[in-house]
């Protein structure tokens, strides 16, 4: 008898480049470590961002921009071990690419050799052109990242809706042709108007993801955390909730306390 194997076709910027080209919407998520990266992946997801929200709701940070370059690295590759199928995009952190570009090429190289990912994603668009085009011509992936950029949020003050305004809105969509000819393979806007989304992904080639951008883009990304339910305290509007892991795993760890303080655990067939 012969087994059975299932080929798993890998997921590339090329492949994710056809599905924007025949309407297929990509599906990306969040992951820092390898139990959960290896049940997204063998859910089907197509693309794995190991975002630097870990420094929010890993490390506990209130922004991301205490996150360094080492942290990335450890968190992607543990991702990266346990991934077979989804691309797998990891985030340059804040101050490893805006000093200069030969800095912002050493840091994409560091994070493609110690940890075997697919990309890397870089927030801001013509003020960072000159990095994007060096990481480029190294043979690096890039994912663009423009409308809320929380590297930038000193500069921003807020969390709030980006470019509601013509002006940042037609600065948004500058810097995603800029971005779509020099080479990236995909933008993430975030928390930018649903019209402004559909505008930018009916002009670039390269597929849009969105976060807070609406249903027009070519695909979606969440933080895993917020979507599981695990983090209670972040409610924004874009944001579906698919489980309550928050409740069901402080209901089993209760219960697992109890089970101690009564004795009920181990019981005799979970002793030698
Ligand atoms: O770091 C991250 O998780 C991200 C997503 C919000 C897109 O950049």
């Known amino acids: 008898m012969s087994a059975i194997t299932e080929e798993i076709r890998k997921v590339t910027t090329q492949r994710l480049l056809e599905m924007k080209r025949r309407g297929e919407k990509i599906s990306m998520l969040t992951a820092y470590d390898y139990s959960m990266a290896s049940i997204i992946d063998k859910a089907g997801m197509d693309v794995i961002l190991v975002g630097d929200s870990a420094g929010n709701v890993m490390a506990g940070h209130t922004t991301t921009l205490p996150v360094t370059l080492d942290q990335m690295i450890w968190y992607a590759q543990a991702v990266r071990k346990a991934v077979n199928r989804a691309l797998v995009v990891v985030d340059l952190p804040f101050g490893s690419y805006q000093g200069n570009s030969k800095e912002a090429v050493c840091s994409a190289i560091r994070i493609m050799k110690e940890t075997g990912a697919d990309a890397v994603k870089m927030e801001g668009g013509a003020e960072i052109q000159e990095s994007i085009q060096r ?74 993801i969105g976060i807070g951008a609406g249903g027009y883009v070519d695909g979606q990304v969440l933080v895993m955390h917020d979507m599981l339910g695990i983090n209670k305290a972040f409610s924004p509007r874009f944001l579906r909730r698919y489980a309550n892991l928050h409740s069901v795993i402080r209901e089993a760890v209760e219960h697992y306390i109890s089970d101690v303080k009564t004795t009920d655990f181990p019981n005799e067939k979970e002793s030698y």
Do not use: W
């Open 135 to 208: 990481i480029l011509s190294a043979g690096i992936p890039i994912m663009g990242h423009l409308g809320l950029t929380p590297q930038s949020i000193n500069k921003f003050g807020t969390y709030a809706v980006r470019a509601k305004e013509e002006a940042e809105a037609n600065k948004l969509l500058d810097d995603a042709r800029l971005l779509d000819k020099l080479g990236c393979f995909g933008i993430v806007l975030e928390k930018i108007p649903a019209l402004l989304g559909k505008k930018v992904a009916e002009t670039v080639d390269i597929p849009i």
